[in-house]
């Protein structure tokens, strides 16, 4: 099988390429126009596999696009390529309009155009898998606003067993869950979602979607969350931390995502949507304050490492909670995440230890770990 990945110099898609190649007997053609975030370096380890081949191409070239199809002419698609940043998006929204809604439509136009070309058996196996984000769904009631609900009800409700907050009592998004995005970034992989879906609806073209939610590990991109605060602290820098660090987020490991991504691309079920999170809620100040605890025990300093918490500004619109029910994945695919939060965020701060030289080359470029997304 020869699958077509977009995005895989980037952090979700370079662990699928990398699983691919190394799991696998099956080949990749990994599709980059190399943004920032996009680095080669996260594909070394695979780069000299017969079975890889690299093409420098913007998914909303048309003409490129159809020569690649034509040239490698994939079995499947995986279209991981995106903008994915909430803050960029926030302050320079007209890329991720440009990347993830005008070049999934290029996308799916020649992937359509190519698929109807094949003969009936290929055609028949062909897939084209996109890859979301739970953002598309908005957000989830928070234990803080439920809690805040019930110190007004009597002693009685207060007591009431249902009242007292779980996460098994708190609601998930699940694949039926209604699509409210908040920011420009999940308003445009929404759209993206929504395209995806009318060209199986309309020209029947076989698309499978994924949701996930938030992604780390190793080759992550320092503006996010984690590895941000890992390289900070290790630099002695403030640890940004948006509004009181309440909002909640469910964790995946990158590699576990990986895993599940290839099970759907070849043993997902034409027209389904399919969650994939990592049963793992925690609040962002929970997070930062796991990593300064790791760091204490791996590279001690005089002070401890939370010292460095500084709390700043929220992000507009910032949403508070994201969680994911991923059933449906466990019982039609038989996935289920390998990582702990635990096991995987000791592993993510190990890795960035050891790779001081990749995060440089990552930041060789203009961004050095300022804050976005400031209006």
């Given at each position: 099988m020869k699958i077509l990945v977009t995005g895989g110099a980037g952090f979700i898609g370079s662990a699928v390429v990398r699983h691919i190649i190394g799991n696998t007997q099956d080949c990749v053609v990994n599709v980059d126009k190399l943004t920032y975030a996009g680095n080669l370096e996260s594909l070394t380890s695979v780069a000299d596999s017969p079975r890889y081949t690299f093409e420098k191409v913007d998914i909303c070239d048309r003409t490129e696009l159809e020569r690649v199809f034509s040239l490698h002419q994939p079995d499947?698609?995986?279209?991981?390529?995106?903008?994915?940043h909430v803050d960029r998006s926030i302050t320079g929204s007209a890329d991720f309009i440009q990347t993830n809604i005008v070049g999934t439509y290029t996308l799916l136009e020649a992937a359509r155009h190519y698929w109807m070309q094949l003969n009936t058996e290929r055609k028949s196996a062909f897939r084209f898998h996109h890859i979301s984000t739970d953002e598309v769904y908005g957000d989830l009631p928070h234990p803080d606003e439920i809690n805040v609900e019930c110190s007004m009800l009597n002693d009685e409700c207060k007591d009431?067993?249902?009242?007292?907050?779980?996460?098994?009592?708190?609601?998930?998004?699940?694949?039926t869950t209604p699509y409210t995005p908040s920011s420009p970034y999940s308003a445009s992989k929404a759209s993206s979602d929504h395209l995806v879906r009318a060209w199986?609806?309309?020209?029947?073209?076989?698309?499978?979607?994924?949701n996930c939610s938030n992604n780390y590990g190793p080759y992550h991109f320092p503006e996010?969350?984690?590895p941000l605060v890992i390289l900070n602290a290790?630099?002695?820098?403030p640890l940004p931390i948006y509004?009181?660090?309440?909002?909640?987020?469910?964790?995946?490991?990158?590699?576990?995502?990986?895993?599940?991504?290839?099970?759907?691309?070849?043993?997902g079920k034409v027209g389904e949507t399919y969650n994939i999170g990592g049963h793992n809620e925690k609040r962002n100040l929970e997070v930062v304050q796991t990593i300064c605890s790791i760091l204490d025990s791996l590279v001690p300093k005089n002070t401890p490492y939370a010292e460095q918490i500084a709390y700043v500004a929220d992000r507009p619109g910032h949403d508070r909670r994201y969680a994911i029910d991923a059933?449906?994945?466990?019982?039609?695919?038989?996935?289920?995440?390998q990582e702990t939060f635990?096991?995987?965020?000791?592993?993510?701060?190990?890795?960035?230890?050891?790779?001081?030289?990749?995060?440089?080359?990552?930041?060789?470029g203009t961004y050095q770990r300022e804050r976005l997304g400031e209006l």
């Open positions: 499947a698609v995986m279209h991981l390529a995106a903008e994915s009431h067993s249902t009242l007292n907050i779980q996460h098994s009592t708190l609601p998930l998004f699940t694949e199986l609806r309309t020209y029947g073209f076989p698309t499978i979607v994924t996010k969350l984690i290790l630099e002695g820098k509004g009181k660090g309440d909002q909640i987020r469910d964790w995946l490991y990158v590699e576990d995502h990986a895993r599940a991504l290839f099970k759907v691309v070849t043993e059933t449906k994945m466990s019982a039609e695919l038989d996935w289920q995440p635990e096991t995987g965020l000791r592993k993510t701060v190990e890795w960035y230890l050891a790779n001081q030289e990749w995060c440089q080359h990552v930041q060789d």
